[in-house]
């Protein structure tokens, strides 16, 4: 069975720190079966992943130590002016968040939408 899941964040601030949120609890709840998580960031969501200004860096920083993994949006990145070196460390660019979203789907992990 599958137990992994994703977390898809693409409004503000709240649904950001919900996904965030609920990735702790699912892996405090899921003690018995492996998982993975994974949180794709796009639209204008993007800039909460500023490395100068992420409002929830540190927890970022002790979620992506485990079985979190944290995506963003290559397009999103450049219609907000962003480059890879002004977010986050902990996330992986992708091309495109949605199509991350797809493919995660196709491959067992359940959608959840803060």
């Known amino acids: ?7 898809h964040v693409d409004t503000d601030e709240a649904s950001f720190v919900m996904a965030l949120r609920n990735a702790v609890n ?13 949180i794709v960031v796009n639209g204008k969501a993007i800039e909460l992943l500023r490395r100068d ?20 949006c290559n397009n999103a990145m450049k219609e ?16 495109a968040g949605v199509v991350q979203v797809v493919k ?3 491959v067992g992990f359940a959608y959840v939408k803060p």
């Open 1 to 7: 069975m599958f137990y992994d899941v994703l977390f």
């Open 53 to 72: 200004t992420c409002p929830q860096r540190e927890l970022l920083a002790t979620l992506c130590t485990g079985r979190v993994r944290l995506f963003a």
């Open 104 to 106: 995660l789907q196709r």
């Open 26 to 38: 699912y892996g405090n709840a899921v003690t018995d079966e492996e998982y993975t998580i994974a």
């Open 80 to 95: 907000h002016g962003l480059a890879p070196a002004d977010i986050v460390p902990e996330a992986v660019v992708v091309p």
